[in-house]
């Protein structure tokens, strides 16, 4: 299908000359003798894009201009004017107008103009699906009252400029909370910083927030932009906060009040402009009793708490989480999805979940990598599941838990243990179990 193209001129010599030309470059041509009649065909026929005169009886281009961008904002304008000038051109743009054209026309000109114009909505439409797609993929699954209550949360939360403290377990999803809020915040167009205050090295915490100038770092030759101007008029993530040392907290304080800092080794003032969002699985007011955790840091960061329910709070939503990450997994192995027998599905709605919705979705990828049948069902099902009291280890002493079953495990979690560098006690936190169940599928040993 060829662009359409309305063109909006009281002149008919313009309108048929302009609509020649255009035919005749491969577009489709609906003409207008005014403002009125104008809008008219854009409720009726939604061009792709509008060549608007100025100068018009009745409503002039201006305000036909004024009433295309209420009804429809997202329609390229391009302002043709024979009586162009400044104060013309920065009206038109405020207005709206993607472009302004003086008379006499310069047909190239107008090509070149519309095929910018139509590029540039392209790119917009491509960005608000993307931006759909990016909104839907952080989405928070899941129908139960917890859930609904955090959603709502959120909701009301996201649009304002307002900092967001995220308290919550490991694994229940506050990373995923951080980023539907910047998604559906006024600074979405803008990047998301994270940083992982637990992982970055005391020595290196300076250079990482804050950047340095070329040689003012060992090893370093370069000069590095920091978190903070790195996240300038987007959102700065704070994960796991309460790890920060104290010495980091008063820098990172120091920044937030003055929203002014330096790069390691330079002497240039730069400015930030962020929101900041932090995340935590500690009890922050306990911190701060122990000494851990400074007070003002605190009170700096909790404008708007939010409390991440554990799965076991919102057992109601396992059955739908499990359904998405079981076409998670047959689409990231390109494999015949799997479904799951009624009564497994009930063990996994009564097990406690320590590790929350990420040890969910890691048993789920687990066991539809391991079963090779299109049903798991309670055979399929790790030992720790089937009776939470009981140990890991005698997985082997479960009813037709066979040797290929233990084989397939024990394969999975040497894969893991490779990533983690083979430290069991990583590698259990990650794929959600205890170090003792991968000490016992390594070793074929109880205990």
């Known amino acids: 299908m060829f662009p359409s193209i309305l063109i909006v001129d009281d002149e008919p010599s313009i309108l048929q000359s302009l609509s020649g030309l255009l035919t005749d470059e491969g577009f489709e041509v609906i003409t207008a003798n005014n403002g009125y009649e104008a809008l008219k065909v854009i409720d009726t026929e939604a061009p792709d894009l509008v060549l608007l005169d100025i100068w018009m009886p009745g409503i002039d281009g201006m305000e036909t201009l004024k009433e295309i961008k209420k009804t429809s904002a997202a329609l390229p304008v391009i302002v043709i004017t024979g009586?162009?000038?400044?104060?013309?051109?920065?009206?038109?743009?405020?207005?709206?107008?993607?472009?302004?054209?003086?008379?006499?026309?310069?047909?190239?000109?107008?090509?070149?103009?519309i095929n910018n114009a139509l590029n540039?909505?392209?790119?917009?439409?491509?960005?608000?699906?993307?931006?759909?797609?990016?909104?839907?993929?952080?989405?928070?699954?899941?129908?139960?009252?917890?859930?609904?209550?955090?959603?709502?949360q959120i909701a009301n939360v996201a649009p304002t400029e307002s900092w967001v403290l995220i308290k919550g377990e490991n694994g229940t999803g506050k990373e995923l909370v951080a980023r539907?809020?910047?998604?559906?915040?006024?600074?979405?167009?803008?990047?998301m910083i994270d940083v992982n205050c637990a992982a970055i090295p005391e020595t290196l915490i300076e250079s990482e927030l804050f950047g340095h100038e070329k040689g003012a770092v060992a090893g370093s030759s370069t000069k590095k932009r920091g978190k903070f101007e790195l996240a300038n008029t987007g959102t700065i993530f704070l994960d796991e906060i309460g790890d920060m040392s104290l010495v980091t907290q008063a820098k990172i304080l120091r920044v937030l009040d003055e929203k002014k800092f330096q790069r390691v080794g330079g002497g240039r003032v730069l400015t930030t402009d962020v929101r900041v969002i932090a995340a935590t699985n500690k009890d922050l007011e306990a911190e701060i009793d122990n000494g851990s955790f400074r007070e003002d840091l605190y009170y700096r960061l909790n404008v708007v708490p939010i409390d991440v329910p554990p799965l076991r709070d919102r057992a109601k939503d396992i059955p739908a989480l499990t359904d998405i990450f079981l076409a998670e997994a047959a689409a990231a192995n390109r494999e015949k999805r799997?479904?799951?027998?009624?009564?497994a599905l009930d063990i996994l709605t009564k097990y406690t979940w320590p590790g929350n919705v990420r040890e969910l979705k890691n048993l789920i990828e687990r066991l539809a990598?391991?079963?090779?049948?299109?049903?798991?069902?309670?055979?399929?099902?790790?030992?720790?599941?089937?009776?939470p009291k009981t140990a890991a280890s005698e997985l082997f002493a479960i009813e037709g838990m066979d040797q290929a079953r233990i084989a397939f495990e024990a394969e999975y979690v040497r894969k893991k243990l490779a990533v983690h560098d083979n430290d069991v006690g990583k590698t259990a936190k990650a794929i959600g179990v205890k170090p003792k169940y991968i000490r016992s599928l390594m070793t074929g040993k109880k205990g």
Do not use: C, W
């Open 180 to 191: 539907t809020i910047h998604q559906l915040s006024p600074r979405a167009e803008f990047p």
């Open 83 to 113: 009586h162009g000038n400044v104060e013309t051109a920065v009206k038109a743009t405020k207005l709206g107008a993607f472009d302004l054209i003086e008379k006499p026309l310069n047909i190239d000109k107008v090509i070149v103009a």
């Open 369 to 387: 990598i391991m079963v090779q049948k299109d049903t798991i069902t309670i055979k399929d099902l790790p030992a720790n599941l089937l009776d």
């Open 338 to 343: 799997k479904t799951i027998a009624a009564n």
């Open 120 to 152: 540039f909505r392209r790119l917009e439409e491509e960005n608000r699906y993307l931006r759909k797609k990016t909104i839907e993929k952080h989405s928070i699954s899941g129908g139960s009252e917890p859930v609904q209550a955090l959603k709502m």
